[in-house]
């Protein structure tokens, strides 16, 4: 069973509406997590970063929020576009006795979000 | 500053053939982590290297192999191709553990 579980898997929106993508992990401890946005054979993009003490985290349109209590993340996208048009990933960083996960990230299988005009 | 680039961009191999893909990471990043993504299996690390050191595994056959030069680059190998080898591969660098730039991949199709 993957440790970051994403949903919806795939999603459609007009543009110019808000959206909110969810995404639940069992990893633990961790260290922080990300959400990365990744277009259609490119690499992905980070939009946040959280460590695991912090509660919220925008970027422009772009804000996520962290519960660790319920172990649940969400992105929420204001006034979405038609470049918002694109898969986004929950990823979660363990950490081991190192202290950090040592390029090994846990990844969700992402969101595809397609925005119409 | 310059973000994290990889050649070739597009690779054709045929199944039994070896193959060579390079990473140059971000100046002053002395971490690269490489990452297989494919529709099935989504995102999957191979492994990560620090000061020409592999310092972390992921679950794949030894065909996959990897090394980390002086000045940082790395080089990801695949021998005997199969395939289920047939995928977008990413490396990453990064200073610490709190933030990875991926770069744009090499797609590789294997015939």
């Known amino acids: 069973k993957n440790q970051v579980e994403q949903s919806p898997q795939s999603l459609i929106i007009l543009e110019g509406k808000n959206c909110t993508l969810q995404c639940n992990y069992t990893v633990s401890p961790f260290s922080n997590l990300r959400w990365y946005k990744q277009d259609t054979g490119r690499g992905p993009v980070s939009l946040t970063i959280?460590?695991?003490?912090?509660n919220t985290k925008s970027n422009g349109r772009y804000t996520a929020t962290l519960d660790a209590d319920t172990k649940q993340s969400s992105l929420h996208i204001t006034a979405s576009q038609l470049s918002d048009s694109a898969s986004y990933i929950c990823?979660?960083?363990?950490?081991?006795?190192?202290?950090?996960?040592?390029?090994?990230?846990?990844f969700g299988q992402g969101t595809i979000l397609t925005v119409h005009p | 500053k310059a973000g994290v680039t990889q050649t070739p961009r597009y690779l054709i191999k045929t199944r039994g053939q070896q193959v060579t893909l390079s990473c140059s990471p971000i100046s002053g990043h002395r971490s690269v982590s490489w990452y297989q993504q494919t529709p099935g299996q989504g995102l999957q690390f191979l492994f990560e290297?620090?000061?020409?050191?592999?310092?972390n595994k992921g679950n794949f056959p030894g065909r996959f192999s990897g090394r980390q030069f002086s000045n940082s680059r790395s080089e990801m190998n695949v021998s005997t191709l199969e395939l289920g080898d047939s995928a977008l591969y990413l490396c990453a660098s990064s200073l610490t553990d709190y933030g990875y730039t991926f770069g744009s991949g090499t797609r590789l199709t294997v015939v």
């Open positions: 990823v979660v960083s363990p950490t081991n006795a190192g202290g950090t996960s040592y390029g090994k990230l846990t």
């Open positions: 290297y620090f000061s020409e050191t592999q310092r």
């Open positions: 959280m460590t695991f003490s912090e």
